[in-house]
Structure formats: C-alpha cells, structure tokens
C-alpha cells in the first residue's frame, strides 16, 4: 500500500492537491473534514457535537476522529492506500494513526508538508469562504484555526521528522508546479 499523509495548515491547499492525488495513484481520499462536514449536513448526532467545535475553529475530540478513521482503515483492507487529508491534528491522533495502520501491517509512507506563509493562507481561507458556504471559512475563525495549527498540529512535524517521513512542499505556485513536486517525492518512495 502507499500511505500519504497531507499535511498543512487551513488554506494550503490539502484538499486540491488530494483530488490530484487521487487521480493518478487511485488512492482513497480520507478527509476528517469533509466526514464531519457530511455529518453536519446530515444532520446526526455526531455532525451536530463535531458542528459546536468546528464552527469555533476548534478540534473535534480525538478519541471522536480517531474512531471514525479506524472504521474506514478496516472496511477499505483492499484499496492500493490511502490520502490522509486532515488527520493527524494532534500527536495523539499521530500515535493512533501508526497504531490503526500497524494492525494492518502498513505504515506512513510520506507526510507531504504543504508550506504557505500565514497571510497567503488568511487571504485563501477568506476568499474561499465567499464561494464555499464553509461557515469556518471566515476571518475570525481561521484566526482561532491556525492558532490550534500552531499550537495542537505543528509538533506533529517533529514526530515525523523523526520517523524520516517528512517531506516539505512549497505550496505556493500554481496547482500542477505544486503537484509536480509531489510527484517527485512520490516516485522516489520505495528506491
Ligand atoms: P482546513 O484544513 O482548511 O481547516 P478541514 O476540512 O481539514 O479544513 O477541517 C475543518 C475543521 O474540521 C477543523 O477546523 C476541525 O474543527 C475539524 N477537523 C477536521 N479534521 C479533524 C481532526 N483530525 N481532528 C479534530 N478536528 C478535525
């Protein structure tokens, strides 16, 4: 299996650069985000507790998205990997990630780190949120949002690093350059 990990703070671009990702390695596209934003609309129980955090621009409780991954993980057992988009966000969803996919003898083959510098990123989330009908995609929240990134996601960088995983990205540029790098790291997986 090949095992990404997309990796970045709000605005960088994790959910394009998936779908891109999606196409040409056929993986399966695991966003946290877009589960919990089907929820809401759905209108369950789970969508209406993960609404009163995201809607701050605050976690859903760990033990709540890691439950969630660890469903999907066993009921996708044949699919040629996966796209982790928006998972791990904090290093106990990073333990739990090695854990879920250990159980399945797999393991994170790369943690593409997508880089974009804080204003570009206020700029994007804020422009989105014109066109997406994201009610986090405004100026208050994605304040509250990269303050968590900073303080709750980043370390991750580090547990990655470690592990030899870790790859940065410049994700400024157009969608195709940014793509391109990711190609290159991808290829060289596994030589
Ligand atoms: P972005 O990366 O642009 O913030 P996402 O769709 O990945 O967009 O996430 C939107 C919101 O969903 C987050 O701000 C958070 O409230 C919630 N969320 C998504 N993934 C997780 C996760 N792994 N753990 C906790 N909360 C999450």
Redesign the pocket.
């Known amino acids: 299996m090949l095992n990404i990990v997309i990796f970045g703070?709000?605005?960088?671009g994790?959910?394009t650069q998936s779908a891109k990702l999606v196409e040409k390695y056929g993986l399966i596209h695991l966003?946290?985000?877009?589960i919990?934003?089907d929820e809401i609309k759905a209108d369950t129980e789970l969508g209406k507790l993960?609404d009163s955090?995201?809607s701050k621009?605050?976690?859903?409780?760990?033990a709540v998205?890691i439950d969630i991954l660890d469903n999907l993980i066993g009921k996708y057992g044949d699919a040629k990997g996966f796209i982790f988009?928006?998972?791990?966000?904090?290093l106990a969803?990073g333990e739990a990630l090695g854990e879920m996919l250990e159980k399945h003898e797999e393991d994170i083959n790369a943690v593409l780190c997508l880089e974009v510098e804080e204003k570009e990123l206020i700029d994007r989330?804020v422009k989105r949120g014109r066109v997406s009908g994201r009610d986090?995609d405004n100026r208050e929240t994605i304040e509250s949002?990269l303050e968590?990134y900073h303080i709750q996601t980043e370390p991750l960088k580090e547990f990655y690093r470690e592990k030899g995983v870790l790859r940065n990205i410049q994700g400024v540029g157009s969608i195709d350059q940014i793509f391109g790098s990711i190609e290159q790291v991808i290829d060289q997986i596994g030589k």
């Open positions: 703070a709000p605005g960088s994790k959910g966003s946290t985000g877009e919990l934003r993960a955090y995201m621009g605050r976690l859903v409780p760990d998205v988009d928006g998972f791990p966000r904090t969803q989330v986090d949002r968590v």
